[in-house]
């Protein structure tokens, strides 16, 4: 199968209402919400909108509320274990909650722990293009030559049985970050009770720890550069292999694939929809998040989502590029 690709416009110059309602547009065709979000309001002269997400609402914290964050010069996000609607301040389960555990701090005029999507600017047309596939979305935040792309775990995401939504809760929110030979994929905004990555911030009350981007899954690509003399190894992360008949001549051909069916953490109990992959590009031009990386045009054909252009050796890249497929099905 291919992804359902749709973009969602904001027009400069924008409100950022109008922002808001795009992101509302592609999380209800994404299936994370279903006719408006769960708390509108304006404070501090910024749009704020709570998305909530229910991942087991039999369990004490199965619900995470998605608070995000928009004005003229950027988006937001932060998460809470639970949502006033009245108060229109974050809280616990049904609860005050509790600071720094559920929630960083209710104050609507300030961003403190919320981590920044994205720099935008009133003045330039804003994009969202959303890239479905299954029950799994990631959406592509696009201003200028800017942009970051970011998935959020659908309702009913299954995780490991030791991952007890009991205990604490899921910050979902993840994003797809390219570096020098890697792809990976990025835990943005926690509090103390999330289960996945709350407990490092120990005693911590910065909102510099609240809101940093910490990575959970790196992917490190293979960097063979054909006839370059000289060793060159991934540094870290997982491994996804490649070969070249340079290096070893029984290989038959160089061996360059789209990895699929990759896990986005740890804690996941199921792989994501094969129509995400990633791939080291090979080519001697520079690429750009949009473009094309086909394997055989008509048949597969996949777009960049994130790419690290790392430049060349003995004239050939070793790119690494996430990507989705726009053409083409599982063999």
């Known amino acids: ?38 708390d509108s309001f304006t404070s501090g002269g910024r749009e704020h909108r ?73 003045s330039i047309n804003f994009t969202i293009t959303r890239v479905s596939s299954g029950a799994r979305s990631f959406f592509l935040l696009r201003t200028g030559a800017t942009s970051r792309m970011f998935t959020i775990d659908p309702a009913g995401t299954t995780f490991k049985a030791f991952y007890n939504l009991d205990l604490g809760y899921h910050s979902g929110i993840f994003s797809v970050e390219a570096d020098l030979r890697q792809i990976k994929f990025d835990s943005l905004q926690r509090n ?61 051909s160089n061996f360059n694939p789209v990895h699929q069916g990759l896990r986005l953490t740890s804690i996941h109990a199921a792989d994501m929809p094969t129509d995400f992959g990633i791939a080291s590009l090979k080519i001697s031009n520079i690429s750009a998040v949009g473009d094309n990386a086909n394997v055989t045009n008509g048949l597969e054909e996949y777009k960049i989502g994130a790419i690290n252009n790392a430049g060349a050796t003995g004239g050939i890249t070793s790119n690494p590029i996430f990507v989705y497929r726009t053409i083409g099905s599982d063999l």
């Open 192 to 252: 103390r009770r999330e289960l996945l990555l709350g407990s490092c911030l120990n005693g911590s009350t910065s909102a510099a720890d609240f809101r940093a981007s910490a990575t959970v899954s790196p992917f490190s690509i293979p960097v063979n550069f054909g006839t370059n003399s000289a060793a060159s190894f991934p540094n870290q992360g997982f491994v996804l292999p490649g070969w070249t008949t340079a290096a070893n001549p029984s290989a038959g």
């Open 1 to 38: 199968m291919a992804v359902v690709e749709e973009t969602y416009l904001a027009t400069a110059p924008w409100a950022a209402a109008v922002v808001c309602t795009q992101l509302q547009d592609a999380f209800i065709d994404a299936g994370l919400m279903s006719a408006t979000w769960h």
């Open 50 to 122: 709570v998305l909530e997400v229910i991942y087991n609402g039999s369990k004490a914290y199965g619900k995470t509320y998605y608070w995000f964050t928009v004005d003229g010069t950027g988006i937001w996000v932060r998460t809470s274990t639970g949502w006033n609607t009245t108060a229109k301040i974050p809280s616990g389960p049904g609860v005050a909650g509790t600071q720094y555990v559920d929630w960083f701090d209710a104050n609507t005029t300030a961003n403190n722990a919320a981590h920044l999507l994205l720099s935008i600017s009133a």
